[in-house]
């Protein structure tokens, strides 16, 4: 009897090792059932970024400047002295047009960061005129008495200035309706006050201060077509931009 009982944990024994050895041979099958491969996650993409139109700023500090200086030139509120433009040509034209002018070429604009970047200059360089320690007055002065050469150096500032914007007006010809205004009413106004400066005639100087108030209007136009929207204001009020467009050219 003790015999049978051996013989049966020598089979147990047995079966046991045998299905030991046929684990050990098939290790990869239980591995694999256990841990399966995990499933990819898809992540949807960010949304693009959205970035304003600057250009509603250039163009209302360009009308504003300009409205300033030739409110000047007509002696409104008998106001003779130019020194006032100085303040609104550095401290905001100067600044926000050249800032305009870099985000333009930020966003692949460079009709507007051309123009815009270098009316900041312009602005720039026209309230340095006026101020002490750049001594340009004095530097033409005898006497402390401001000579015509001062008037014509003037003159010759505002005919390089008038020819610059020429050139931006022929290539803003398939822009809007406005600028194109802008730009040709500054032309006009800018040629007046440079013959002015040289010839002396009155009448030339009030033409450009009504031209520049003109050039004025067509800026905060343009400038207010693009900021009035419909996220701001009313449909009623908008401004349509006045897309030009010509077909084959």
Known sequence: MSEGVSVVRRDSYSESS???????KQPQQYVSEVRPSPQPV??????????????????????TVFLCSSLITL???NVHTPNMVLVFAMFYGGI???????????????FGGVVFSTYGGFNFTYGALYLPRIGLAQAYS??????????????IFLAIWCWITFLFCIGSLR???????????????LACLSASTFTGNAHLNTAGGALGIVATFGAYYGGL?????????????????LVLTFENA
């Open 18 to 24: 045998s299905s030991n050895e046929k684990m050990k």
């Open 175 to 189: 822009t809007t309706l406005s600028v194109v205004f802008t730009l040709g009413s500054t032309v006009c106004a």
């Open 225 to 241: 077509s693009s900021l009035y929207s419909g996220e701001c204001t009313f449909k009623a009020i908008r401004l349509p931009p």
């Open 142 to 155: 005898v006497n402390g008495v401001v000579t015509e050469e001062f008037t014509h150096a003037i003159g």
């Open 96 to 110: 926000m047009q050249t800032l305009v002018g870099m985000w333009s070429f930020f966003l692949g604009n460079t």
């Open 42 to 63: 898809y992540y949807p993409p960010p949304p693009p970024p959205r970035f304003a139109n600057p250009t509603s700023l250039g163009m209302l500090a360009y009308g």
């Open 75 to 77: 002696g409104t509120g």
